[in-house]
């Protein structure tokens, strides 16, 4: 019997060739299949299904049970839920990933993906087809991922500064704990996930002290797209904050913005403060009636202030900075350096006195203040000089120190003068007596008879003593002094006479005498003190 099966055999063929480029799709979509005949539960898979689970044809029985023995535990129920919703007609497909365990007892990731593709008269499933793909890489790659972005979440976490990303699309992905408490938010930062800009902007312009200026410069920095660095931002009650941005760029486009912000109120303060104690302190150190210089440990003058600079008649600052404290010879000379030397190596505080003149040639005495300068580590970096010209004050010493001299020798020769005004009242009344009784006598005899020379001469040594102690009671400022016609000669030889019997032997007077000399009005006494 001949029958004409061309038409079969042209179904055959064509349906071998469908086969074979379903086969190359399979190939080239690295896919595993699988056919399963759910009223046996046996079923056919290829060759790469196989392969994913490091079998071989022949090793493994092909059935449901047997597959799903390999599956990991912990994903086994999601499996069987899925499944079971898709039998029951909830979803259409199954497109489900779990673990599955190789022959070597490692578990790969795989992607099953099939539909029941026959049901009985009664709804009940009872063929089944699908793929399956190795995700392994794909999972790995994920997982690391993910690692990445829960360490980078951390770490913006843990920041202290408040930080905020929000993507190109203009969706918040990451808010921290900081950023919260610095914009007075009471959201948590996972529930700002997913705000969009403008939503996150109307939360926290509240904060700003000027908030219309504060969205306008938002606005600004957005549009430029360019980092901004520690910009400070004024907020409610006094405080600041600075604020960083940094447009991220992944794959040569823009991925998101990012926004970095800290409290810098305190700090700001502390600057302001700081500012505040170095003007203060320039203008003390520009301004002080002394001179003051700061050293370094070379020697060099890094500062020096108006007043020191007017100690050394200098032309200007520039002009004085050019000495070294330790090497200009006038200074070495004067035995300065050495001071200023011995303050910086040894950390000693020095205060001396030193005669110097200036490189512009002015004479001073300097009364230096050498107090060592340290660094924070507490090392000594330089000191700072404050200097005195003393030159003035050692000058009124000097001339008080003389007063003092002749204040002394004036108290002594009053001491003298009163003194001698005693001794001279004593000695008066004793000549009274001399001459008083040796007048008496003269009376009694006349020129010629014996004795009258000498009582004569008796009377007149009373008269020059009682002429000595006129001069010693005017010496004391004991008796007023009267003129009387004086011969200069005469009187000159009278002292002569006194003198030489007082003076040492060694002396000799030589007397030149003019014989023509008038007389004069003067007081005896004073002529002979003179």
Not at 62 to 67: G, P, V
Not at 112 to 133: E, F, I, Q, Y
Not at 240 to 251: E, G, N
Not at 502 to 524: M, R
Request: glycine share 8%; with cysteine; proline share 3%.
């Amino acid at each position: 019997m001949i029958m004409d099966i061309s038409e079969r055999k042209r179904s055959e063929d064509g349906l071998m060739e469908s086969q074979e480029r379903l086969d190359l799709a399979l190939q080239g979509a690295d896919l595993g299949l699988w056919d399963l005949d759910l009223t046996t539960g046996l079923g056919i898979v290829n060759e790469r299904m196989l392969e994913i689970i490091e079998y071989s044809p022949g090793e493994i029985e092909i059935s449901l049970d047997s597959w799903q023995a390999l599956i990991h535990p912990d994903d086994l129920s999601g499996v069987r839920d899925h499944l079971k919703q898709h039998f029951d007609g909830l979803v259409d497909f199954v497109n489900h990933e779990y673990r599955i365990r190789t022959k070597s007892g490692r578990y790969f990731w795989v992607l099953a993906r099939g539909r029941v593709v026959k049901r009985g008269s009664d709804g009940r499933p009872l063929r089944m087809a699908g793929t399956v793909m190795d995700i392994t890489l794909r999972k790995r790659a994920e997982e690391e991922l993910h690692s990445t972005v829960s360490r980078f979440h951390a770490i913006l976490s843990s920041l202290y500064g408040g930080v905020l990303l929000v993507t190109n699309d203009g969706d918040v992905e990451f808010a921290n704990e900081a950023f919260c408490n610095l914009f007075g938010l009471d959201d948590a930062p996972i529930n700002l996930r997913g705000l969009k800009a403008p939503e996150i902007i109307d939360k926290i312009k509240k904060v700003y002290a000027d908030p219309d200026n504060a969205l306008f410069r938002i606005r600004e920095i957005i549009s430029k797209n360019r980092p901004v660095k520690f910009e400070e931002i004024g907020i409610v009650g006094g405080r600041t904050y600075a604020r960083d941005f940094i447009p991220i760029m992944l794959d040569g486009g823009l991925y998101g913005r990012f926004w970095h912000h800290i409290d810098i109120t305190d700090r700001k303060q502390t600057e302001d403060a700081l500012a505040e104690s170095e003007l203060k302190y320039r203008l003390l150190f520009d301004e002080a009636p002394v001179g003051m210089m700061s050293v370094s440990k070379e020697g060099e003058i890094l500062e020096i202030n108006r007043s020191q600079i007017e100690l050394l008649g200098s032309p200007g600052a520039e002009a004085t900075k050019q000495i070294n404290m330790f090497a200009f010879p006038p200074l070495v000379a004067a035995g300065i350096s050495e001071k200023y030397k011995a303050c910086i190596l040894e950390g000693q505080k020095i205060i001396f006195e030193a005669p110097y003149t200036t490189r512009w040639g002015k004479r001073t005495c300097l009364r230096s203040m050498l107090t060592p300068r340290y660094n924070k580590q507490g090392k000594v970096e330089g000191c700072l000089a404050v200097i005195e010209d003393v030159i003035k004050r050692k000058q009124a010493e000097h001339e008080k120190e003389a007063l003092q001299t002749k204040l002394l020798q004036a108290q002594k020769m009053e001491a003298v003068g009163t003194l001698a005004g005693g001794i001279a009242h004593d000695f008066n009344n004793l000549l009274q007596a001399v001459l008083g009784y040796s007048e008496l006598m003269l009376r009694r005899k006349n020129e010629g008879e014996k004795d009258h020379a000498d009582l004569q001469k008796i009377y007149e040594a009373g008269q020059r003593g009682a002429d000595l102690v006129k001069g010693l009671l005017t010496f004391s400022r004991k008796v007023e002094t009267k003129s009387v016609s004086v011969n200069l000669n005469q009187e000159i030889t009278h002292i002569q006479t006194l003198l030489s019997r007082t003076i040492p032997k060694t002396i000799k007077f030589d007397l030149h005498l003019s014989g023509d000399l008038e007389s004069i009005e003067a007081d005896p006494s004073q002529i002979g003190q003179v």
